[in-house]
């Protein structure tokens, strides 16, 4: 299923890539499988994939940090993509690492990320050596004062993350669709995020990179 394309040495670190060889109805198919969650994505006849998933009791944050992934979201992130092997987690907070392992961007040294960074320009980040980003950013200037943070240029993260290889994805977390190049990036998948009554709803946005 998987094609081996070649490894690059960094660091310490030797990325592994894998060519993604699946389809997006492998991709759901994989999901449904894992989760046992219901077939709630669809492909719809311009190819692009939509959906919804209500995360119903299921919306806590395990690590209880400010606008932290609600529980099972890790776990269907993951299971649409087998395939990847290097993962980058930017805005990444307090983001559950047992659950989907993988490197880690934030501005805030008291997390301890795999790299102290500004998502706008991740200038320490050598992004050309990860397959799929999870980008969760702070959705308005009244959530950015709960992290002492400014508010964010979307695309200036969308800019920096020209730098990924090609076929990498973007699993973007928001209520914005962030301005990006439709000749570096191609949305792939939509999917709307419920969780229960007076919380907000917000969008998931799958770009993959040209
Ligand atoms: C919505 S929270 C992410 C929560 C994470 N998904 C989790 O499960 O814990 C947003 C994070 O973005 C970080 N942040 C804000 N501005 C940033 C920037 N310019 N660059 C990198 N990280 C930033 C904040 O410190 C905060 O941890």
């Given at each position: 299923m998987f094609e081996k394309v070649g490894n690059n040495m960094v660091g310490n670190n030797t990325f592994e890539f894998d060519m993604p060889k699946l389809n997006w109805n492998e991709r759901i198919t994989h999901y449904a499988k894992i989760t046992k969650m219901p077939r709630n994505l669809f492909i719809g006849e311009d190819g692009r994939v939509v959906g919804t998933w209500i995360m119903g009791n299921d919306y806590r944050v395990k690590s209880a940090y400010y606008g932290g992934y609600p529980a099972t979201y890790l776990k269907r992130v993951k299971s649409l993509f087998p395939d990847k092997k290097n993962i980058l987690h930017v805005f990444s907070g307090k983001v559950d690492l047992d659950t989907f392992p993988g490197d880690t961007v934030d501005i805030n040294p008291a997390l301890n990320p795999t790299y102290l960074d500004d998502a706008q320009h991740m200038e320490t980040v050598p992004l050309y050596n990860y397959d799929l980003v999870l980008a969760d950013p702070p959705y308005s200037v009244e959530d950015c004062d709960h992290y002492g943070t400014s508010m964010v240029k979307r695309n200036a993260v969308m800019r920096a993350l020209?730098?990924?290889?090609?076929d990498a994805h973007v699993v973007w977390l928001d209520q914005v669709l962030p301005m990006y190049r439709k000749d570096e990036f191609k949305v792939e998948a939509t999917i709307g995020m419920w969780k229960s009554t007076n919380h907000r709803f917000r969008g998931i946005t799958i770009f993959r990179k040209l």
């Open positions: 020209q730098r990924l290889p090609p």
